[in-house]
């Protein structure tokens, strides 16, 4: 387990969106399933940000608890997620799960990542 000041966060609304799609596919009945969330070479700016649902944990995963949402990602990816917190969102676009990454205030210039000095937004996944 790693500190939880660095953590990776998820929001109410991710939370109950997660938990909708786990009863969907029948995760909710096996306890040993959670979320994956990895970084994978690819994508505009050389990174693509993946999200799973798991049940096989490996020996360097860093594991974090949030309130009942289990969320697993392996030590190379965490060091992309650090402070990040999964979101859901339901706008004209549809329905996207992004990762807004926390960082210090200054200019900074990612890909097609949606940018303020403060955060980086990614999508993640799919239009659900």
Known sequence: MVNT?????????????IAQIMKEEGYDKD???FIRVS????????????????NVSKPMDQVFDNEGVKVV?????FLY??????????????KDFTLIIQMPPGPVVVGKALLSSM??????????
Do not use: H, M, Q, W
């Open 73 to 77: 990602t392996d030590l190379k990816s």
């Open 119 to 128: 955060y980086f937004v990614f999508l993640l996944l799919k239009k659900l």
């Open 39 to 54: 970084v994978v070479g690819g994508g505009c700016s050389g990174l693509s940000y993946k999200l799973d649902f798991d």
């Open 5 to 17: 000041d660095n953590a990776i966060f998820i929001s109410e609304k991710a939370k109950e969106r």
């Open 31 to 33: 306890p040993s399933y």
């Open 81 to 94: 997620l650090v402070n990040t917190t999964l979101e859901f969102s339901e706008g004209l676009n549809g």
